[in-house]
T-cell receptor
Framework: DGGITQSPKYLFRKEGQNVTLSCEQN?????MYWYRQDPGQGLRLIYY???????QKGDIAEGYSVSREKKESFPLTVTSAQKNPTAFYLC????????????FGPGTRLTVL | GIQVEQSPPDLILQEGANSTLRCNFSDSVNNLQWFHQNPWGQLINLFYIPSGTKQNGRLSATTVATERYSLLYISSSQTTDSGVYFCAVGGGGFKTIFGAGTRLFVKA
């Protein structure tokens, strides 16, 4: 089954800790994306990667970091510098053109205690 | 940047009713997608429709790019249609801009 997996489904973090959210895809897509969704809101772009070893900041990149060492993996680290990290995080991928449909993973719900 | 506005923000329907959701965007776009987010948070692609009309079962969508709007039609609504419907557009590059969504609740 081709698709996008995210783990963990739920994550609890103490203030001051860094946490890493996993995103893996077996769709052979070149481009991958991370979005943040706050309650009752739409999705906002954090980072995106068009190709291995390259990534670009989105609209709300402050306090987050990413890596793209493998085509199928695009982990997101939420650092202690992110002031309000409690949110729902969604990973997506597509074939790499801006005109391609994006496919989404099931999401990770992060709560800061 | 491009602004995306969706209406109505909330919608309550009786099962079997029809509805129309609207997405307005402020500039030319090179792609437009409609998504359904289920109560568990999963986003499902409904349509990729930068222009024209498409139909898939009880759902159909129309985008009039020259007038900068898209419509999503839901006919004979079912309780499983409940959730949030998002319109998302791309204006160039790799950024996709999402609207705030229409929250739909279908009553049995």
């Amino acid at each position: 089954d081709g698709g996008i997996t995210q783990s963990p489904k739920y994550l609890f973090r103490k203030e001051g800790q860094n946490v890493t959210l996993s995103c893996e895809q077996n769709l052979n897509h070149d481009a991958m994306y991370w979005y943040r969704q706050d309650p009752g809101q739409g999705l906002r772009l954090i980072y995106y990667s068009q190709i291995v070893n390259d990534f670009q900041k989105g609209d709300i990149a402050e306090g987050y970091s990413v890596s793209r060492e493998k085509k199928e993996s695009f982990p997101l680290t939420v650092t202690s510098a992110q002031k309000n990290p409690t949110a729902f995080y969604l990973c997506a991928s597509n074939e790499g053109s801006s005109t391609d449909t994006q496919y989404f993973g099931p999401g990770t719900r992060l709560t800061v205690l | 940047g491009i602004q995306v506005e969706q209406s109505p923000p909330d919608l309550i329907l009786q099962e079997g009713a029809n509805s129309t959701l609207r997405c307005n965007f402020s500039d030319s776009v090179n792609n437009l997608q409609w998504f359904h987010q289920n109560p568990w948070g999963q986003l499902i692609n409904l349509f990729y429709i930068p222009s024209g009309t498409k139909q898939n079962g009880r759902l159909s969508a129309t985008t009039v790019a020259t007038e900068r709007y898209s419509l999503l039609y839901i006919s004979s609504s079912q309780t499983t249609d409940s959730g949030v419907y998002f319109c998302a557009v791309g204006g160039g590059g790799f950024k996709t801009i999402f609207g705030a969504g229409t929250r739909l609740f279908v009553k049995a």
